[in-house]
């Protein structure tokens, strides 16, 4: 989690604000997170925790994982749980400042990064999967052999211990800051490395968490898009409407994701070239980097709906139990069957 409060020596602040006789007062930028912070992350908090709890008990108890897609979303959804979890933790640190010791501050950090990261890496998995399925051009659907199972544990396995080791400097910089006004938890380094390691790190996290993930899912989908404009004996509605889930999901990653990136490449480059020597931009960088994150963050929510409530499966497995319910409930007991169905074949 980015620091954005510190006055004169935060990671925004690469130059030496005493060297013109100023200190940068961002009490306006504090005032701001205080209350922007806690709202979005409350509003982050309760839709995401609903739909990808959902997406894990649907899979855990109804859905077989079929393919490795199956696979990715459910750790897709648990990822973007622990992720949430996080929340009400920097939540309370916008507001009241770090409050629980650096232990928590360390692990805290840990886990928002580790899942931030292994979340990007999921999508483009998800992505390589759904080119490799249409790629095959395979009909009826594969024997799942203790191998191929085997295999997407492997997979899952890797990316978990990539996302692991990017955060692995978050868990051990990452300290309680005092400063003037407030307290926070932040990425502290050692005064002869901190330049070099704050710009590399910077730009790894650019790299690993938006640009691979994002080249990986457009050449994937438009590759899959192509293929599914020429395939033939399909109607063009189907097609249609196949395409305009790649596009969805290409357009939301792409959305939340590259503002946040663009404002990280911006704070990269300052801590490079010390391009920043107005406070007044360097409070303005500040802010942008609290809207965009909290935009980025926001992909939590969105994904049960692109990657589980978008299959056919899963939306039937969801009206079965909502069957079921109403039939306990007793409610229009006579009418369910055939409404259901009805419903089952407007989803298709």
Known sequence: MDDYFDDDDSLNDTYDYNEYHTVCDKEAVRSFGSVFLPIVYTMALVVGLAGNALVVVVYTSRLRLRTLTDVCILNLAISDLLLLFTLPFWAVDAVHGWKLGSGACKITSFVYGTNFSCGMLLLACISVDRYR??????????????????????????????????SIPELIFSTVKHSHYRTSCTAVYPPHMARGTKAALELLEVILRFVLPCVVIVVCYSWVGWNLTRGAGVRMQRKWRALRVLLAVVAVFVLTQLPYTVVKLCRTVDIIYLLVTDCETSKSLDRALQVTESLALTHACINPLLYAFMGSSFRLHILKAAKHLGQRLGSHPRNTTEEFKKQVRFLM
Do not use: E, F, H, N
């Open 133 to 166: 399925a249409v790629a095959q051009v395979t009909r009826g659907r594969p024997v799942l052999s203790s191998r191929v199972r085997t295999q997407w544990l492997v997979v899952c396995v890797v990316l978990w211990a990539a996302a692991i080791c990017l």
